[in-house]
């Protein structure tokens, strides 16, 4: 059994099973962690409970007199756990998955418990303590060895905290973390620790990563630097640290400075910190002169550690995020502007941007795009991928800003684009309201009314998946003599609350849906229940959410970027409000809601396949263009990105092209179809959006992209299946041989030996006999290969 410790001014108390699930299981303790992981702020995680594994404490009395078992070194009592921190770890499922898929059998490495750290850059393993290892230093430098991490010497006291995790942060854990104990190993160490004896027992030099000859290596390879500090890259800190520091007669003491400040972006890796310098054309300089970069490197590891970052560090990161979002904020202003011109041919972007700045307009673009597809829901249209499919105008759209900046201006068009659909679903409201007042209302023995088959088309974030589905397969109409379903549509103001509740109840696995609606991809149900639909369908549901980058980052992270998500969602930046008062409106205009609420009305009486192939065409040539730019850049990262833009560029575009055209329509009964003529007008539209589109995938999906596929080419590298003996053996024999050479290449001690390997090959298909000896001078027979591979 372990210990923890609630806080710093209370003694340890024993952790069971019960104990160690009501801590990390406390919202309490998860709302601190996910606000010290927002915030970065070290004094957040202070006030977390600690676990400590590897020891429990002897009763002493504490400076204020007050007696328990306090965390005192010299009260250690061994538990026989060890406890290993793997620090500075961006992507520690990964980490762990790279494990998985090494074949490592983790219970029999003794592991118990592996759990991502508060900070979420970090992960601990506790593992049981091996005496012929040594003390905990010791066991925890042969782990690393095994699991190919760096060991961080902080850890080797045995009154060292491990702060809490969430429950969700657990990768592994085995039921003996609750009961294990190793008394050899506890007699053997105990008094040691109590008496300050912490240093590791033996030379682990040998079992670590060398590095003497980093600097040689490095210089050798100089690649281009990869790494990453919160989404930005270092190469990029490092420009603005550079910043007003003179070369000329410090070089040496602006590396020591420089490589100490690295320890807090990059962790105390000396190794990783001279690849990074390495790359510096004056550091490169530095060593051909003869300095001894990596031991340079090596020499300021023991430096003092504080726990915030040096000012001059903290304000280069600071500047490099500032760039960013700078870069970012002069796109948005441009997009405005552009909105601004275009809104000449389409005069309801007019409307729809009423009371923004300009560099709101792009939010509220695709907001607005996005309700009147939904409108639009009985239009179709042929895309160059498989033009024999009818496609359907789909979104799925975040608008990402900071809270209090000015996200209500989407639910100001929700209530007047989305009013046709609001109120054609009220009838279908009432009647299942009134047929659930029925059920409640009639007897036991009554009969029960038949359950109303409707139509309701908006749900909330708080809808269950049987509803949902049960919703959606109802809404279908006939449009042209053929079945057509309906979109769904959910409209939420706190992305949020939205993850919140889809992370339980009833629409627990919805990920399934988002990924499908994009394109319309076929899905099923068979449940048990009376109440679920039996039958397969097709996801058509359109979606807009508002929330901020920190709602977005639980949406869309590091772990489940593969997913597919982010390609298939359109975010937009809404940007901050820098002080700046909205604008006050003196007037009431009526004018604009009514234009817009018009607007929806005709948008949802159109029907039939849109006449935009021009566009379709225009928006192929875009895509090979940026495609010729990812290849030139060799950027795998920008080719995922690039692949479903145009989508989004059409279905945006679509319903603003209609109105400009809407003259070239004409009625068939309720609804307006017709062909009509795009022009460069419109495909300024749709560049304009399919551009931004595009650099905003970069701008939040870019670094999780090219991480991806880092890690992907990493995996695979550390998957490469080794070629085993008997292949090489076999690769080295000649064409034709004799049993002599099998047993040279084979490394076979006798003939017979050899002639047993023979007959196994033959016996494959591997050689085949070619003479018996009786024609050649040696007398021995002859075999060749067949060609066949040796799997």
């Given at each position: 059994m372990f210990c923890y410790q609630s806080n710093f001014s209370n003694p340890t108390l024993p952790v069971d099973e019960a104990q160690f699930y009501a801590l990390v299981r406390a919202q309490q303790w998860h709302d601190i962690i996910d606000r010290f992981r927002q915030s970065g702020d070290a004094s957040l995680k202070r006030k977390l409970p600690a676990f400590i594994f590897q020891a429990t404490f002897s009763p002493t009395t504490s400076k204020a007199g007050r007696a328990g078992a306090w965390r005192k070194q010299a009260a250690t009592q061994l538990t026989g756990l060890v406890v290993m921190d793997v620090d500075h770890v961006d992507h520690p499922l990964t980490l762990y998955q790279g494990w998985i898929d090494k074949g490592l059998d983790l219970k029999a490495l003794g592991i118990v418990l592996i759990y991502i750290t508060p900070s979420g850059k970090g992960v601990k393993i506790v593992f049981k303590a091996r005496t012929d290892w040594g003390?905990?230093?010791?066991?925890?430098?042969?782990?690393?060895?095994?699991?190919?991490?760096?060991?961080?010497?902080?850890?080797?006291?045995?009154?060292?905290?491990?702060?809490?995790?969430?429950?969700?942060?657990?990768?592994?854990?085995?039921?003996?973390?609750?009961?294990?104990?190793?008394?050899?190993?506890?007699?053997r160490y105990t008094a040691l620790y109590r008496d300050g004896h912490s240093q590791a027992t033996r030379d682990h030099s040998a079992t670590e990563i060398r590095t003497d000859s980093a600097t040689e290596k490095v210089l050798k390879s100089c690649s281009p630097l990869q790494e990453e500090f919160n989404g930005m890259p270092v190469s990029e800190i490092i420009d603005k640290w550079m910043q007003g520091v003179n070369l000329a007669n410090n070089r040496h003491n602006t590396l020591v400075d420089l490589a100490s400040h690295l320890r807090y972006v990059i962790g105390k890796n000396p190794t990783k910190i001279t690849e990074v310098v390495m790359t510096l054309p004056w550091v490169q300089d530095l060593a051909k002169e003869g300095e001894d970069v990596a031991g340079t490197v090596r020499s300021v590891m023991d430096?003092?550690?504080?726990?915030?970052?040096?000012?001059?560090?903290?304000?280069?990161?600071?500047?490099?995020?500032?760039?960013?979002?700078?870069?970012?904020?002069?796109?948005?202003?441009?997009?405005?502007?552009?909105?601004?011109?275009?809104?000449?041919?389409?005069?309801?972007?007019?409307?729809?941007?009423?009371?923004?700045?300009?560099?709101?307009?792009?939010?509220?673009?695709?907001?607005?795009?996005?309700?009147?597809?939904?409108?639009?829901?009985?239009?179709?249209?042929?895309?160059y991928h498989r033009p024999e499919e009818l496609r359907r105008l789909n979104n799925s759209t975040f608008i990402i800003g900071d809270p209090a900046s000015g996200k209500s201006f989407a639910t100001r068009l929700y209530k007047l684009l989305a009013a046709p659909i609001i109120a054609a679903d009220q009838t279908g409201k009432d009647a299942i309201n009134a047929y659930r007042e029925q059920m409640r209302t009639k007897g036991a023995n009554k009969e029960k009314p038949k359950k109303p088959k409707v139509v309701v088309r908006i749900h909330p974030a708080r809808t269950s998946n049987a509803q949902f589905i049960q919703d959606m397969v109802n809404s279908v109409e006939e449009v042209d003599g053929r079945p057509m379903q309906l979109h769904m549509l959910t409209f939420d103001t706190e992305l949020d609350n939205t993850v919140s509740v889809q992370r339980g109840g009833s629409w627990i696995d919805k990920m399934s849906l988002e990924l499908k609606?994009?394109?319309?991809?076929?899905?099923?149900?068979?449940?048990?229940?009376?109440?679920?639909?039996?039958?397969?369908?097709?996801?058509?549901?359109?979606?807009?959410?508002?929330?901020?980058?920190?709602?977005?980052?639980?949406?869309?992270?590091?772990?489940?970027?593969?997913?597919?998500?982010?390609?298939?969602?359109?975010?937009?930046?809404?940007?901050?409000?820098?002080?700046?008062?909205?604008?006050?409106?003196?007037?009431?205009?009526?004018?604009?809601?009514?234009?817009?609420?018009?607007?929806?009305?005709?948008?949802?009486?159109?029907?039939?396949?849109?006449?935009?192939?021009?566009?379709?065409?225009?928006?192929?040539?875009?895509?090979a263009r940026r495609m010729a730019d990812a290849a030139d850049n060799q950027s795998r990262a920008d080719e995922m990105l690039l692949k479903r833009c145009a989508y989004h560029g059409l279905n945006f575009a679509a319903p603003f092209i209609v109105m400009r055209h809407w003259g070239e329509l004409h009625q068939e009964g309720e609804f307006w179809c017709g062909t009509f003529n795009t022009d460069d007008i419109d495909w300024r539209l749709a560049e304009l959006i399919v551009n931004i589109q595009y650099a905003c995938q970069r701008h939040y999906f870019g670094r999780m992209a090219e991480s991806y596929f880092d890690n992907k080419q990493r995996d695979a590298s550390v998957n490469i299946q080794?070629?085993?003996?008997?292949?090489?053996?076999?690769?080295?024999?000649?064409?034709?041989?004799?049993?002599?050479?099998?047993?040279?290449?084979?490394?076979?001690?006798?003939?017979?030996?050899?002639?047993?390997?023979?007959?196994?090959?033959?016996?494959?298909?591997?050689?085949?006999?070619?003479?018996?000896?009786r024609s050649n001078s040696q007398g021995r027979a002859v075999y060749r290969k067949t060609g066949t591979v040796m799997l």
């Open positions: 003390n905990l230093i010791d066991n925890q430098h042969q782990m690393a060895q095994l699991l190919g991490v760096e060991v961080d010497e902080s850890c080797k006291d045995a009154s060292r905290m491990s702060f809490i995790c969430k429950e969700s942060d657990i990768l592994y854990i085995d039921k003996e973390l609750f009961t294990y104990e190793n008394q050899a190993f506890a007699e430096f003092k550690y504080h726990e915030y970052m040096p000012k001059k560090l903290r304000e280069a990161v600071a500047a490099t995020s500032q760039l960013e979002d700078d870069n970012m904020a002069r796109q948005l202003w441009a997009w405005g502007e552009e909105i601004e011109a275009l809104s000449v041919y389409y005069p309801a972007l007019k409307d729809v941007c009423k009371g923004l700045k300009r560099n709101q307009y792009p939010a509220a673009l695709f907001v607005a795009g996005g309700l009147m597809m939904t409108l639009m829901t009985r239009c179709t249209y042929r895309f609606a994009f394109h319309n991809e076929e899905d099923g149900q068979a449940y048990s229940n009376n109440d679920s639909v039996l039958q397969d369908f097709f996801v058509t549901w359109n979606f807009i959410y508002t929330g901020t980058p920190i709602a977005l980052k639980k949406k869309v992270n590091e772990q489940n970027f593969g997913s597919g998500l982010a390609t298939r969602l359109t975010c937009i930046p809404l940007p901050a409000t820098n002080f700046q008062m909205l604008t006050r409106e003196s007037t009431i205009d009526y004018d604009s809601d009514e234009r817009l609420k018009e607007w929806a009305k005709k948008l949802d009486r159109t029907k039939g396949e849109l006449s935009v192939q021009r566009l379709v065409d225009e928006l192929y040539d875009w895509t080794r070629r085993g003996r008997t292949i090489e053996s076999f690769n080295r024999l000649p064409d034709e041989f004799t049993a002599d050479d099998v047993m040279r290449c084979f490394e076979l001690q006798n003939e017979n030996a050899a002639r047993s390997r023979m007959s196994r090959l033959q016996s494959d298909h591997l050689i085949e006999k070619v003479s018996d000896g």
